[in-house]
T-cell receptor, first 111, second 114 residues
Framework: RKEVEQDPGPFNVPEGATVAFNCTYS??????FFWYRQDCRKEPKLLMS???SGNEDGRFTAQLNRASQYISLLIRDSKLSDSATYLC????????????FGTGTKLQVIP | NAGVTQTPKFQVLKTGQSMTLQCAQD?????MSWYRQDPGMGLRLIHY???????DQGEVPNGYNVSRSTTEDFPLRLLSAAPSQTSVYFC?????????????FGEGSRLTVL
């Protein structure tokens, strides 16, 4: 089993739709979780951290389910500019560690 | 702010040639790392460094060397390029300040080995 697994998609959704991605991880001791966004042929950039209690940033909501070992990202009212690949990132112990990236889920928002 | 700067952005090599990908950061970050990104494989860690003079291997270190003589610079050397090293390479840094765990990436170096 891969350390971090994501559905590669693509997820094709109309503007204004709500879309959700899940990411599962295998190391139950993992402590830090993140979602990164990567535009086509660009570098990844941090979208948001994922906290145990769940957290929201505008139209984006991230949640963590430790019991089932997955994190999720919900995007409401999708915009064309949300089209990108979303990378799930797991940090086993925090600090300067070898974080593990998922392969990414591609989102295409359609007019 | 420059952040993380990688050069070159594009490079074509012939099998057997050597080259160095340069990476510099101006954020005084202790942690720097090199990843390669291939279709369907995600980002894979090649080498990383937790400070000047300290380096360690990541998931896919074979064929690559690194050194960290200063806090700012972390070059990646391809010793004898092979077609399997055709990839996009990203340098990243991470520091104690800011969002815990946030990695700051360079713009990437696209390498083709013929």
């Amino acid at each position: 089993r891969k350390e971090v697994e994501q559905d590669p998609g693509p997820f094709n959704v109309p503007e204004g739709a709500t879309v959700a991605f899940n990411c599962t991880y295998s190391n139950s001791a993992s402590q830090s979780f993140f979602w990164y966004r990567q535009d086509c042929r660009k570098e990844p950039k941090l979208l948001m951290s994922v906290y145990s209690s769940g957290n929201e940033d505008g139209r984006f909501t991230a949640q963590l389910n430790r019991a089932s070992q997955y994190i999720s990202l919900l995007i409401r009212d999708s915009k064309l500019s949300d089209s990108a690949t979303y990378l799930c990132v797991v940090n086993p112990t925090g600090g300067y560690q070898k974080v593990t990236f998922g392969t990414g889920t591609k989102l295409q928002v359609i007019p | 702010n420059a952040g993380v700067t990688q050069t070159p952005k594009f490079q074509v090599l012939k099998t057997g040639q050597s080259m160095t990908l340069q990476c510099a950061q101006d954020m005084n970050h202790e942690y720097m790392s090199w990843y390669r990104q291939d279709p369907g494989m995600g980002l894979r860690l090649i080498h990383y460094s937790v400070g000047a003079g300290i380096t360690d291997q990541g998931e896919v270190p074979n064929g690559y060397n690194v050194s960290r003589s200063t806090t700012e610079d972390f070059p990646l050397r391809l010793l004898s390029a092979a077609p399997s090293q055709t990839s996009v390479y990203f340098c990243a840094s991470q520091g104690p300040a800011g969002v815990p765990g946030e990695l700051f990436f360079g713009e990437g170096s696209r390498l083709t080995v013929l």
